[in-house]
């Protein structure tokens, strides 16, 4: 069946620019998840969805980081006037629970290069 | 608070014999347990998990996590490494309470398969 998509795949941006990263969850997921992977480390959590309601953005690094799901399925990870810092790679994952423990499925993630 | 260490950043072994990845973990609360591996250019895949069931938890590729509380520990073993098991491999925590949405990665193993 179908997994968690994520596009684009690769994204090189200018310092400065404005970039904007989708995710199209397993369908009928209630949950999603956003991470930033950076280069020879573990994720590390930058906010959670349940339906259209972020319920909790406390990894988001900075207020240049802005993520939303309107309609509690498709999400868009903003990031206003990269820098160089945000290259990572952006994660996404979908769960079907919508309480702890979650099972996440991951999708292949979004490689950000900031020049 | 939660954290997870994994104590080796790169394991190799023979094809055809065991593999061990080690973790330690802390938790404030009962946690949730799971092994991750992540293929290059594909995205994360749940191995194993642990959710205060059964201590010993069998997983995919014969796969398997023992769960020890007193050792605040839940290793990854396999009888018999296969080539296709090199990859990287992620310890991940996370509470049991109802705001524990937040995965925390260890910083992963790379295990190498030697033929």
């Known amino acids: 069946g179908a997994g968690v998509s994520q596009s684009p795949r690769y994204k090189v941006a200018k310092r400065g620019q404005d970039v904007a990263l989708r995710c199209d969850p397993i369908s009928g997921h209630v949950s999603l998840f956003w991470y930033q992977q950076a280069l020879g480390q573990g994720p590390e959590f930058l906010t959670y969805?349940?339906?259209?309601?972020?319920?909790?953005k406390s990894g988001l690094p900075s207020d240049r980081f802005f993520a939303e799901r309107p309609e509690g399925s498709v999400s868009t990870l903003k990031i206003q006037r990269t820098q160089q810092e945000d290259s990572a790679v952006y994660l996404c994952a979908s769960s079907l629970e919508d309480y702890p423990p979650y099972e996440q499925f991951f999708g292949p993630g979004t490689r950000l290069t900031v020049l | 608070a939660q954290s997870v260490t994994q104590l080796d950043s790169h394991v190799s072994v023979s094809e055809g014999t065991p593999v061990l990845l080690r973790c330690n973990y802390s938790s404030s609360y009962s946690p949730s347990l799971f092994w991750y591996v992540q293929h290059p250019n594909k995205g994360l895949q749940l191995l194993l998990k642990?959710?205060?069931?059964?201590?010993l938890v069998k997983g995919i590729n014969g796969f398997e996590a023992e769960f020890k509380k007193s050792e605040t520990s839940f290793h990854l073993t396999k009888p018999s490494a296969h080539m296709s098991d090199a990859a990287e491999y992620f310890c991940v925590v996370s509470e049991n309470v109802y705001t524990g949405n937040q995965f925390y990665f260890g910083t992963g193993t790379s295990l190498t398969v030697i033929p």
């Open positions: 969805f349940q339906n259209e309601a972020q319920l909790d």
């Open positions: 642990y959710t205060s069931a059964a201590t």
